[in-house]
């Protein structure tokens, strides 16, 4: 059953602690996503790659990095310099990187400061 | 500029009612849009999508979407309620400049479903 995975479920970051989350998907998808969602707001984009080995920054970038060395995976790095991780962050894909295009959602992952 | 604004944060309505989530759009060239689905503490579903096609745009689960370029808006409707539709809606507006592609995100509108 094709989809995409998000790993894990929920996060907890100590201060001046780097954590990763983990995307992957197996649609075949060239491009993947990330964005965060705080409440009572839509969702903003951190990073998008629209094929492996190439990434951009999007609205929100600072604070985070991403890597995208192989199709099926975009790992989100939060680093110590997001002053504000607390968040949901869905990781998403979709066939090519044309934003007309629909985008496949993973189940997201709760991030949350110790 | 490109924006997208939902007009309700909060919609109620009562079981086999009709429903109607509004959105209203800016965008300097021509637009694609979509609406999404969130259920609590899972990812977004994609339920319809315009791109310039059919101005009446049919989704999953009864809904439907009907673009108005004169009044730059991009409602979603539902003829009738049911408990399962009570969720978070989001509006989202794309456009292409003719250098870089921008998406943006409507705030959302939770609807519940009452009976």
């Known amino acids: 059953d094709g989809g995409i995975t998000q790993s894990p479920k929920y996060l907890f970051r100590k201060e001046g602690q780097n954590v990763t989350l983990s995307c992957e998907q197996n649609?075949?998808?060239?491009?993947m996503y990330w964005y965060r969602q705080d409440p009572g707001q839509g969702l903003r984009l951190i990073y998008y790659?629209?094929?492996?080995?190439?990434?951009q920054k999007g609205d929100i970038a600072e604070g985070y990095s991403v890597s995208r060395e192989k199709k099926e995976s975009f790992p989100l790095t939060v680093t110590s310099a997001q002053k504000n991780p607390t968040a949901f962050y869905l990781c998403?894909?979709?066939?090519?990187?044309?934003?007309?295009?629909?985008?496949?959602f993973g189940d997201g992952t709760r991030l949350s400061i110790l | 500029a490109q924006s997208v604004t939902q007009l309700d944060s909060h919609v109620s309505v009562s079981e086999g009612t009709p429903v109607l989530l509004r959105c209203n759009y800016s965008s300097s060239y021509s637009p694609s849009l979509f609406w999404y689905v969130q259920h609590p503490n899972k990812g977004l579903q994609l339920l319809l999508k315009y791109t310039s096609a059919a101005t009446l745009v049919k989704g999953i689960n009864g809904f439907e979407a009907e673009f108005k370029k004169s009044e730059t808006s991009f409602h979603l409707t539902k003829p009738s309620a049911h408990m399962s539709d009570a969720a978070e809606y989001f509006c989202?507006?794309?456009?292409?400049?003719?250098?870089?592609?921008?998406?943006?995100f409507g705030t959302g509108t939770r609807l519940q479903v009452t009976l």
């Open positions: 998403a894909s979709s066939i090519d990187g044309r934003f007309n295009q629909p985008q496949h």
């Open positions: 989202v507006v794309t456009s292409y400049t003719g250098t870089a592609s921008k998406l943006t």
């Open positions: 649609l075949n998808h060239d491009a």
């Open positions: 790659s629209q094929i492996v080995n190439d990434f």
